[in-house]
C-alpha cells in the first residue's frame, strides 16, 4: 500500500509545482508531460505525449543535444549530475524561452537505462533583465572609460 501512496504523491507533485516535469524514453519520445509543461510550453499533453523532444529543442540545438543524450543512454553516466543546467527552448508558437533545469536518469527494473526525467524552470524574464544590464554596463564602460587613472 505504501507504493500506491508514494505513487499518487509523486503524480500530485508533478502536476501541481509550477515548473514543467517532462520525462523521455531513451529514444527520446515524451513518455510525461505535467500541467507545467503545458503552461510553459504551449503544447497540450495530448499532443506532446509520443513526440520526440525535438518539439521543444530549438533546431540549431538537435544534432548536440541528440550526441549527449545517445552517449547518456548508452552509458548512464553524465557529467552534468546534479548541476543546474540551462538551455534555450521552443515554445508551440515557435517563440524561444531561456530555460533552467535539473535532470534525473531513470532505470528500469533490472538497472538499463530506461530514460531521462527533467524539471524545467521557464527563467526567460530574469535573462532579459540580464542581457538589458550587461548591455547598459557596456554602454556606460564605453561612454565613460575604465582605463582612467586612478581607476
Known sequence: MADDTNDVLYRLVAEGVPDAVVYADREGIIRLWSPGAERMFGFAAADAVGQSLDLII???LRARHWEGYRRVMDTGTTRYGTKLLTAPA????GSRLSTE???ALVRDGAGDM?????????VTERWLKEKD???RLA???RCCGTDRPGR
Open 58 to 60: 530549438p533546431e540549431n
Open 90 to 93: 521552443l515554445r508551440a508558437d
Open 101 to 103: 533545469f535539473s535532470m
Open 114 to 122: 530506461a530514460g531521462s526525467g527533467a524539471v524545467i524552470r521557464d
Open 133 to 135: 544590464m550587461k548591455e
Open 139 to 141: 554602454e556606460l564602460e
